[in-house]
């Protein structure tokens, strides 16, 4: 079964860590009252505990090539591997830690 699970956040142009179920993905976000609401698809019930780490930061659209923007760089995440979603005039960058190796071995090709 795939669930939808609704999180509103409170996130700026810092790192936010918020959880959500395992193995979630992010399907889509609003605004309401200012504030911006997050949509994830995962599997399991609705009672599955939100209990795996995400990290959310808001930034400014990246410019034009060679334009001269006169501020400091936009449209870089800072972590790599983060994955960027538009969000109106803005990108929501979302990043998911890689999983940790089990003890002894390695992790599995993704």
Not at 22 to 32: A, C, G, R, V
Not at 44 to 65: F, V
Not at 67 to 75: K, L
Not at 88 to 109: C, F, I, K, M, S
């Amino acid at each position: 079964m795939t669930t939808i699970f609704r999180l509103q956040v409170d996130v700026g142009s810092e790192w936010t860590d918020i959880l959500v179920p395992k193995d979630s993905e992010l399907i889509w976000t609003s605004t309401e009252f200012g504030r911006l609401v997050t949509y994830w698809s995962h599997p399991g019930e609705t009672t599955t505990t939100a209990d795996e780490l995400r990290k959310l930061r808001i930034d400014s659209l990246p410019l034009a090539p060679g334009a001269d923007s006169g501020n400091t760089v936009r449209g870089v995440s800072g972590l790599p591997g983060a994955v960027a979603y538009m969000k109106n005039d803005r990108l929501l960058w979302v990043y998911r830690q890689p999983a940790e190796p089990p003890a002894g071995g390695t992790a599995a090709a993704e």
